[in-house]
């Protein structure tokens, strides 16, 4: 039971567009939502969340927008560098504690910026 | 910032037996640390979580004598498999919490079983 989906494997987009990586969920439980970036031989870095309770939050060239009701994230970055080539991982969590490392991932979306 | 150490990167074993891999911080002490599973082309599975100075909890369908945790200090998780059989091939990834929210998760670079 797949409860954090990442539907596309991979994405490609030229530098100075925009990327937009989509995530969906079926937990209703989860109320925080994460997004993590992976170079290859690295561990996953944290790069923006977003709690239930607000629908968008901003940093930089990264936005991450949720959309409770259609169960529904999605991390925009823009403009799009070659630096940003990486794998894309969702993640979400419900409340409590400790319980926030307990991430559930999507499988991940492979984007590349071509120069 | 925070950096979470695990060794061996890769590791290649004949079936039959163990394999343990390490999770260190260190320049932080992590009372909770987590192990995960990735199979290619899938997402990342926590196993278990892994409290300082107890029992491990694992998740549903995660068997515990086979993928023994040791979170023996603040600075160092272990997890051994056990008797190795292919299907056990991995990669295999912990991350250690600098305190409390999701975002102060810091992930190791995860080690790369392979059992013969």
């Known amino acids: 039971d797949q409860q954090v989906k990442q539907n596309s494997p991979s994405l490609s987009v030229q530098e100075g567009r925009i990327s937009i990586l989509n995530c969906d969920y079926t937990n209703s439980m989860f109320d925080y939502f994460l997004w993590y970036k992976k170079y290859p031989a690295e561990g996953p870095t944290f790069l923006i969340s977003?709690?239930?309770?607000?629908d968008k939050n901003e940093d930089g060239r990264f936005t991450v927008f949720l959309n409770k009701s259609a169960k529904h994230l999605s991390l925009h970055i823009v403009p799009s560098q070659p630096g940003d080539s990486a794998v894309y991982f969702c993640a979400a969590s419900s409340a409590g504690g400790t319980s926030y490392g307990k991430l559930t991932f999507g499988q991940g979306t492979i984007l590349t910026v071509h120069p | 910032g925070a950096v979470v150490s695990q060794h061996p990167s890769w590791v290649i074993c004949k079936s039959g037996t163990s394999v343990k891999i390490e999770c260190r911080s260190l320049d932080f002490q992590a009372t909770t640390m987590f192990w995960y599973r990735q199979f290619p082309k899938q997402s990342l599975m926590l196993m278990a979580t892994s409290n300082e100075g107890s029992k491990a909890t694992y998740e549903q369908g995660v068997e515990k004598d086979k993928f023994l945790i040791n979170h023996a200090s603040l600075t160092l998780s272990t997890l051994t498999v056990t008797s190795a059989h292919p299907e056990d091939s991995s990669f295999y990834i912990c991350s250690a919490s600098r305190g409390s929210g999701a975002n102060v998760l810091t992930f190791g670079a995860g080690s790369r079983l392979t059992v013969l």
């Open positions: 977003i709690s239930s309770i607000k």
